[in-house]
């Protein structure tokens, strides 16, 4: 189980301090795969990178129960743009400590890069490493994925192939989503969460989420800032 204990986190943009946590206290729930809503600037890219432990809370701590939690799919940091996509690979295989040679031909296979899987990455459309980058991720197998605004890559085909391929690791797993997309997003979770002003509400249905989402952007769509 995740816990997040008395976490806060904010940065500073040039209108102001934004909050995304503010002494935020909750379990994400285990066996569950769960969808993150907010309005934009809410903070939920920030909360992924803090799950994943890419990024660190101000003050409060993050326990992951020795789960092993997914670097974020959708975090450009992930990949090595001067490294080719099986270079890119193998290093990930070696970090994780998982076979080399069955992780650079599972992505080989996965993400149908051709020729361009022993290209640099910087050669690649923002398509090409979403695609990269999925495949990566499944070829390692972990307690919880962490998701970021990229399931709606390629064509219906290949998206066919991901959520067939994510529902596969599900029967062991747990995903944690980020989109705007509120089809995607039912297609992978059944609880949710709404982050909204520095706070982290959950809801046992995805359904009650959105709907809290929905009512919060009415009547409010934009997120809290302090003035520094």
């Given at each position: ?32 795969s769960l969808g ?14 803090l799950l994943a ?81 999925f495949g990566a ?92």
């Open positions: 189980m995740i816990v997040l204990d008395r976490v806060d986190k904010a940065y500073r943009t040039v209108d102001g301090r934004r909050v995304v946590l503010n002494d935020v206290s909750v379990c994400l729930p285990e066996g569950r993150i809503l907010g309005a934009n600037g809410a903070g939920k890219s920030t909360l992924i990178r432990g890419t990024e660190r809370p101000d003050s409060g701590r993050i326990s992951r129960g020795g789960r092993s939690v997914s670097f974020p799919l959708g975090f450009g940091a992930t990949l090595h743009p001067k490294l080719t996509g099986q270079e890119n690979v193998t290093f990930l295989a070696r970090l994780y400590g998982i076979d080399e040679h069955e992780a650079a031909g599972y992505v080989a296979d996965f993400a149908e890069l051709g020729a361009y899987y022993r290209m640099p990455v910087e050669t690649y459309s923002s398509g090409m490493r979403a695609r990269l980058a991720c499944l070829a390692i197998q972990f307690d919880v994925y962490l998701i970021d605004e990229v399931t709606a890559v390629g064509d219906a085909r290949f998206r066919a192939r991901c959520l067939d391929a994510f529902r596969q690791r599900m029967k062991h797993a747990d995903v944690i989503m980020v989109s705007h997309d509120f089809e995607t997003m039912r297609a992978y979770c059944d609880t949710g969460a709404v982050l909204a002003n520095g706070s982290l509400t959950l809801f046992g249905d995805l359904e009650d989420a959105i709907r809290h989402h929905d009512r919060i952007m009415r009547n409010n769509p934009v997120p809290a800032m302090e003035i520094a």
